[in-house]
């Protein structure tokens, strides 16, 4: 059965693609759910129409990533975290971490699962890591992780207090 997706399947068809489907599979789960439509003169003046619709989102998309891109592209962030000894963290930093930090220090809504970390940090140090904005527009932001003071903190609560 052939049919013409009018939505994105994950793992099989992006909306506006044509494609041969299983009979089943297109009778009972794509188009009682209209995920697609059978190939036809009107479905296809139907796709047509929403490719347009389609193309003018992805543009607008598009353009919203590339402003987000050109703002992150060399952002450095500073995340104070609890230590131990031989400079080892007690937790971790993590991608959600990171994006709370640049949402907080510079309003730049990012996904955490754009920011590609391989593991998350357990040392300080300073780190650059690459956000996967889309397949080519890969900024890379600067992380400098730091020791937390915990025993200025400390002392400057009672202080506070008293005052």
């Given at each position: 059965m052939k049919v013409i997706f009018m939505q994105d399947v994950k793992n099989v068809a992006r909306a506006g693609e044509i494609k041969d489907v299983a009979d089943g599979y297109g009778r009972n789960y794509l188009?009682?759910?209209k995920l697609a439509a059978a190939v036809g003169s009107q479905n296809m003046n139907t796709l047509q129409?929403?490719?347009k619709k389609f193309a003018k989102q992805r543009a607008a998309v598009e353009a919203e990533l590339s402003q987000l891109g050109q703002d992150l592209e060399g952002k450095e962030i500073t995340i104070k975290a609890k230590t131990g000894g031989k400079e080892r963290l007690y937790g971790s930093i993590t991608s959600a971490d990171i994006a709370a930090e640049l949402e907080r220090a510079f309003a730049l809504v990012v996904d955490k699962r754009k920011i590609e970390l391989d593991q998350p940090i357990?040392?300080?140090g300073n780190y650059e890591i690459p956000v996967r904005l889309t397949g080519e527009l890969i900024p890379k932001i600067k992380?400098?992780?730091l020791a937390e003071d915990s025993e200025e903190e400390k002392g400057a609560k009672p202080e506070a207090a008293a005052s």
């Open positions: 188009l009682p759910k129409a929403q490719q357990h040392q300080l992380v400098n992780v």
